[in-house]
């Protein structure tokens, strides 16, 4: 049976990977209280239409940082992608290509930020997320090759300090399949053999601080966005920085459990960041609907792992495409039925929050 909706995906893909691989990429932390909010806040937030705008049709276009996107949602990044599908990022990268939507490509790729810029194209649009070394040298050496490969932003998360206690990953004892490596990550110097995740763990800079963000800053030509923010605060702190976006992002539930849902925070963090930098949402996004009650509540775009992963793990490029595309036509009909044509119609009358009541 074909899928007609995201939702409906995570079951098929359910049906091909093997347990621990899918338990891996679906799991949250802990009690997964976070992981299940992400979706329930966009389940208790309504869209409020409006009609007789005599409007002549509808536009999905945008743009962020400077860049025109098909589509206000971009594929996040997300790890280890030759466990769900045997062609991995260079599937997803030429899905989204193909789909016309920008793709973050993670550090713990698969596939190697060259190989992945090759396959998506000289037109694509793609963004490399950082995890920062204690090595700075290694981090310094990630970023050139990023700058050299093409992309377009480095995304640098900062929400890992720790890792999530992700017990469904413990439990199904989830491990890379035999022959994929981790090609995105610098090898150091003294280390013998190929990195594997748990060598990830301890290259991993886990005091990051404003002043490693400035410095990072200091080493690239890149804009750099945040990926982690869930604080007005330090959406400020962001914004007097002058990185270039956040993401106000829980890790898709996978960092601290009973973190707030990324929808229920976005509109005090906008209002916190004010158009000094751009915002961008993750954690939850299932349908076109909810891509715009994102930015009804200040968010200028969306990133989409889940669905996309599932996507690729049913049909590989196909299938990633087809999600993109979905989803886009998805929104494009959510605009029309909304009274608001284009994305750029879209404010904070379009949505009301259910507390207790409608507001």
């Known amino acids: 049976m074909t899928s007609v909706n995201l939702a409906e995906l995570?079951?098929?893909?359910?049906?091909?990977?093997?347990?621990?691989?899918?338990?891996?990429?679906?799991?949250?932390?802990?009690?997964?209280?976070?992981?299940?909010?992400?979706?329930?806040?966009?389940?208790?937030?309504?869209?409020?239409?409006?009609?007789?705008?005599?409007?002549?049709?509808?536009?999905?276009?945008?743009?962020?940082?400077?860049?025109?996107l098909a589509t206000p949602a971009l594929v996040a990044p997300v790890a280890y992608q030759r466990a769900a599908h045997p062609d991995g990022e260079m599937a997803m990268a030429r899905?989204?290509?193909?789909a016309g939507m920008a793709m973050c490509l993670s550090s713990l790729a698969n596939v190697s930020l060259e190989h992945v810029a090759a396959a998506a194209g000289p037109g694509a649009t793609l963004l490399f997320q950082?995890?920062?070394y204690r090595d700075r040298g290694m981090t310094e050496e990630v970023a050139r090759r990023a700058e050299a490969a093409g992309f377009r932003a480095l995304m640098i998360t900062v929400d890992v300090a720790a890792h999530g206690p992700r017990e469904r990953e413990i439990r199904h004892a989830f491990a890379?399949?035999?022959?994929?490596?981790?090609?995105?990550?610098?090898?150091?110097a003294s280390h013998v053999g190929p990195v594997t995740p748990h060598d990830v763990s301890s290259?991993?800079?886990?005091?990051?601080?404003?002043?490693?963000?400035e410095r990072i800053m200091g080493t690239t030509f890149l804009p750099v966005v945040l990926k982690g923010v869930l604080s007005a605060d330090d959406a400020r702190l962001a914004a007097e920085l002058g990185v270039a976006g956040i993401v106000v992002s829980n890790h898709?539930?996978?960092?601290?459990?009973?973190?707030?849902?990324?929808?229920?925070?976005?509109?005090?963090?906008?209002a916190a960041a004010g158009d000094r930098l751009d915002v961008l949402l993750d954690g939850g996004v299932r349908r076109g609907t909810d891509v715009v009650k994102a930015l009804a509540l200040g968010a200028r775009a969306v990133l989409v792992g889940r669905p996309v992963l599932w996507g690729l793990a049913g049909s590989g490029r196909a299938g990633a495409a087809g999600v993109l595309g979905l989803l886009r036509d998805q929104l494009e009909e959510c605009l029309a039925l909304a009274g608001r044509p284009r994305v750029s119609d879209v404010d904070r009358t379009a949505v009301a929050v259910r507390s207790g009541g409608w507001s």
């Open 10 to 68: 995570e079951t098929a893909a359910r049906d091909v990977l093997p347990a621990a691989a899918y338990h891996y990429f679906a799991g949250g932390a802990a009690d997964e209280i976070t992981l299940r909010e992400n979706r329930a806040a966009f389940d208790r937030t309504a869209l409020v239409p409006r009609v007789l705008r005599g409007a002549p049709g509808t536009t999905t276009t945008s743009v962020l940082g400077g860049i025109e």
């Open 95 to 98: 899905g989204a290509a193909s």
């Open 130 to 132: 950082l995890y920062p």
């Open 176 to 188: 890379l399949p035999e022959g994929a490596e981790l090609p995105c990550v610098p090898v150091p």
């Open 203 to 213: 290259l991993m800079q886990p005091d990051l601080a404003w002043s490693d963000v």
């Open 252 to 270: 898709g539930g996978r960092q601290l459990d009973t973190a707030p849902a990324t929808l229920d925070v976005v509109a005090e963090i906008a």
